[in-house]
């Protein structure tokens, strides 16, 4: 029987950005849930071999696609909520490594940041709220 999780990981793509866009804000914002949720990634892999493979998440993870303005009311429920969160901004496809990333979103109020993805872990009704009437990413 599969476990029933009590938390939610959810992350939420634009969906007019090119597949790699996607592909990479994925993979971007996931990293700050993984890095600041203790006990959300797992012991690492071992084949049969005796080869050693990285950790993954302990649950699983569910990608959701949103229009710009889907994504703006994403974000304001999530702040509302003080769920801590993962961003990725326009501006970021731009930047060249984390100074000037961080710097990027720093200089954009909440409400004007150009969001493209964003990723976040709390309690799987507080999620659904959050994602509501959003569709998973096909």
Same mark, same amino acid.
């Given at each position: 029987? $599969?476990p ?7 992350? %939420?793509?634009?969906e007019?950005? =090119?597949?790699?866009q996607k592909?990479?804000?994925t =993979?971007?914002? %996931?990293?700050?849930v993984a $890095?600041? %949720? /203790?006990?959300v990634?797992?012991?690492?892999y071992? /084949?049969?071999?005796?080869?050693e493979y ?6 699983p993870? &569910?990608?959701f #696609?949103?229009?710009?303005d889907?994504l703006?009311k994403?974000?304001? !429920?999530a &702040?509302?909520?003080e769920?801590?969160m993962a961003?990725?901004?326009?501006e970021?496809?731009?930047?060249g490594?984390?100074?000037?990333n !961080?710097a $990027?979103? =720093? $200089?954009?109020? #909440?409400?004007k940041?150009t969001?493209?993805?964003l990723a976040?872990?709390a309690d !799987?009704?507080i999620? /659904?709220k959050i994602v509501?009437g959003?569709a &998973?990413h096909p």
């Amino acid at each position: 029987m $599969a476990p029933v999780w009590d938390t939610k990981i959810a992350v %939420v793509v634009r969906e007019d950005l =090119a597949v790699w866009q996607k592909l990479n804000v994925t =993979a971007f914002v %996931v990293s700050g849930v993984a $890095a600041t %949720v /203790d006990g959300v990634v797992g012991e690492n892999y071992r /084949d049969a071999t005796g080869n050693e493979y990285l950790p993954m998440f302990r649950q699983p993870v &569910l990608v959701f #696609a949103a229009s710009a303005d889907q994504l703006t009311k994403v974000h304001e !429920r999530a &702040l509302t909520r003080e769920v801590p969160m993962a961003v990725y901004t326009e501006e970021l496809f731009a930047t060249g490594h984390d100074d000037d990333n !961080r710097a $990027a979103v =720093a $200089a954009v109020e #909440a409400e004007k940041l150009t969001l493209v993805g964003l990723a976040l872990r709390a309690d !799987r009704r507080i999620v /659904d709220k959050i994602v509501k009437g959003l569709a &998973l990413h096909p």
